[in-house]
């Protein structure tokens, strides 16, 4: 018997994430393995975080619930700064990866559902389960998975639903993390890949060999923050105008397009304001963010869910991960060119395609950090992973529940 829920508030949830950050860096930094095949440090801490509630809740019965609030002002805060260093330009003159990762990310949502529908089959579940097993779970996480699930249970009478897919999304999270960046590494090391020559400094983060070099004053970092804030101010008010219409976007969606808007229009009508895109404050800024989120997140995976389910799931993901795997490497890495910038997409996609966007760009700023910069690459997956996904998603899904 399950007792009362241990809540954790939101200022101590955060304090408890960068603590959990810090474990991180100093594991990965301490295991060579971890730093060579590009496992974020977030995540080295976050799993480590998520094995301890597991014990909490094993050894005295009792569930570990953070309130995330901060989690989320950090993942509006980053994906704000990712605008902001993103270049219309690039978009205009090299907008056709956009165009092809839109295209195969449509592909593997099908692909996920059919692989889930099957799955669903095989260990004699109702048919619609699949699409919980699926994109619903993986490309969609643990919100679609909500959103879904009480529909499906419905319809099938499954009373297990929504832990079917709560499990899905949490182990499909913990394969997206730990395999984008060891195949990004495969990809870059085996065809001998080298960033564009035309890439400017990365889109977030400070390499490690330049951290004692770089000087970021007290008013740089004032800057970042400020114009952050301005966007995301104009960006929520967009969101919540966008909402008055019956389209649900994600939050940080409105404010990165913002941000992008914000980054190419201001420099033209006001050239004296000091610029804040591709500063290092700005990367120091959005480097916190993104670690401090991921890490947060990862902490708070309830991992007992997985309790009842093991074979079911292990077969599930295990079946989707090596579809996702092999999908990189044959399909998606050579119809993106096969460079570098394919490369660090890679590891990109998987974070999102079993995970998470915020995972994505987890794996591709540790891939960047360790190869160099691919700055398109941090302006396309968030585009289409955070902004198109949904809506193609929830058609997908929506047709595969009518089949």
Known sequence: MTGAPISVPAFEAATLGFLVYLIGVQITHRLRFLRDFNIPEPVSGGLIAALV?????????????FDLSVRDYLLILFFSGIGLNARLTDLASRGKPLLILLGLTVCLIFL????????????????????????????????????????????????????????????????????????????????KLEPA????????????????????????????????????????????????????????????LVAIAYANLVPLVLPRLPRVAGTPALSLVTDFALGAFLAMSLMAMQLWTLKGLGLLMAVSVTLQTVMAVAFVLFLLFRLMGGQYLAAVLAAGFLGFGLGATPTAIANMNAVTKRYGPAPLAFVILPLVSAFFVDIANAAVIQLFLAL
């Open 197 to 256: 020559q035309s890439d400017a400094a990365p889109a977030l983060g400070i390499e490690f060999a330049d951290e004692a070099k770089t000087s970021i004053t007290p008013t740089d970092l004032m800057r970042a923050m400020m114009t952050l804030h301005v966007v995301m101010i104009i960006g929520l008010a967009l969101s919540d105008t966008i909402a008055l219409t019956g389209l649900k976007l994600p939050s940080f969606v409105p404010c990165m």
């Open 53 to 65: 509630t597991l014990g909490i809740y094993l050894l005295i019965g009792r569930p570990v619930e």
């Open 112 to 191: 996920q559902n059919v692989l889930g529908l099957f799955t669903a089959l095989a260990f004699g579940l109702p048919p619609n389960l699949g699409v919980l097993l699926g994109s619903a779970s993986l490309i969609g996480g643990h919100g679609t998975t909500i959103a879904w699930a009480p529909a499906v249970a419905e319809e099938t009478g499954f009373p297990g639903a929504m832990e079917l897919g709560i499990a899905s999304a949490t182990l499909g999270l913990i394969a997206a993390a730990l395999l984008g960046g060891p195949v990004a590494r495969f990809l870059i090391e085996r065809n």
